[in-house]
């Protein structure tokens, strides 16, 4: 797949939170890429869908104005009829 291939843009978008997720374990402000792990885990594909959610819990602080967009999202997949998204 090309650079403009949906699932390209995907895959960049789970390396960067990954890459996010380490600024943040060293003690750096990554604040400006919580809004991709909030797209992240809005993903219909769950491999990205799991990291998201992952780099939301670790690094978005309580007061985050995103945790209302993520709570959203949990809820959505919380009824989902997709068994996977519900575990």
């Given at each position: 797949?090309?650079?403009t291939?949906p699932?390209?843009?995907k895959?960049?978008?789970?390396e960067?939170?990954?890459?996010i997720?380490?600024?943040?374990?060293?003690?750096?402000?990554?604040?400006?890429?919580?809004?991709?792990?909030?797209?992240?885990?809005?993903?219909?594909?769950?491999?990205h869908?799991r990291?998201?959610?992952?780099?939301c819990?670790a690094?978005l602080?309580p007061?985050?104005?995103?945790?209302?967009?993520?709570?959203?999202?949990?809820?959505?997949?919380?009824?989902?009829?997709?068994?996977?998204e519900?575990?």
């Amino acid at each position: 797949p090309n650079a403009t291939h949906p699932l390209a843009s995907k895959k960049k978008a789970k390396e960067f939170l990954v890459r996010i997720l380490y600024v943040e374990m060293l003690g750096h402000d990554a604040s400006f890429g919580y809004i991709k792990a909030v797209e992240l885990a809005a993903s219909a594909s769950l491999y990205h869908k799991r990291t998201g959610y992952l780099v939301c819990g670790a690094c978005l602080p309580p007061t985050h104005e995103f945790r209302f967009m993520l709570v959203n999202q949990m809820q959505r997949d919380l009824t989902s009829t997709n068994v996977l998204e519900c575990s």
